[in-house]
């Protein structure tokens, strides 16, 4: 069948729907409800963080900046990079010299199974979007490991 090319707008007047579509296979294609649903379900979606780290990142006094940013109390950010592997999580920026404290939706193991998050600031991390791999943990005592999605977002 050859394809139809519309050059108006289509108004279906809330008597009817789009029924039997193909699966969608490019990225100009619509998606079904069901491919739609595949996608979301699973997903840990946490709310965004300021920043990310880019190296081992003191959590007892984590400095003024964080991949070159000034952090300001209250901000979230991910420390993805820890040396002591189970250290790394979504964390709160309490002070240059001020423990850093774990985020409230992010301070049990089963919180951060399957967890997103997106990255809004940074020299190297603006934009990007991380994802925690780990399963069956205990927070500060089996890895938190976060890699980067290729799913990332525009800063």
């Not at 090319?5 to 990225?27: C, E, P, R, S």
């Amino acid at each position: 069948m050859a394809s139809k090319l519309f050059n108006t707008d289509i108004d279906l007047g809330n008597a009817a729907k789009v029924i039997n579509a193909q699966q969608a296979v490019a990225a100009t294609d619509y998606v079904t409800l069901g491919q739609a649903q595949g996608l979301v379900n699973g997903l840990n979606t946490k709310d965004s963080a300021r920043v990310a780290s880019t190296a081992n990142i003191n959590l007892a006094a984590p400095g003024a900046t964080i991949d070159a940013i000034a952090m300001v109390a209250g901000d979230r950010f991910l420390a993805k990079d820890q040396t002591t592997v189970p250290q790394n999580g979504i964390y709160i920026w309490n002070g240059a010299a001020v423990a850093a404290t774990r985020a409230p939706d992010a301070d049990i193991f089963d919180e951060l199974e399957a967890a997103t998050i997106r990255i809004e600031e940074g020299t190297v991390n603006a934009g990007t979007r991380w994802r925690q791999t780990q399963v069956n943990g205990v927070i500060g005592t089996n890895n938190n490991v976060w890699v980067s999605d290729a799913a990332s977002v525009a800063a």
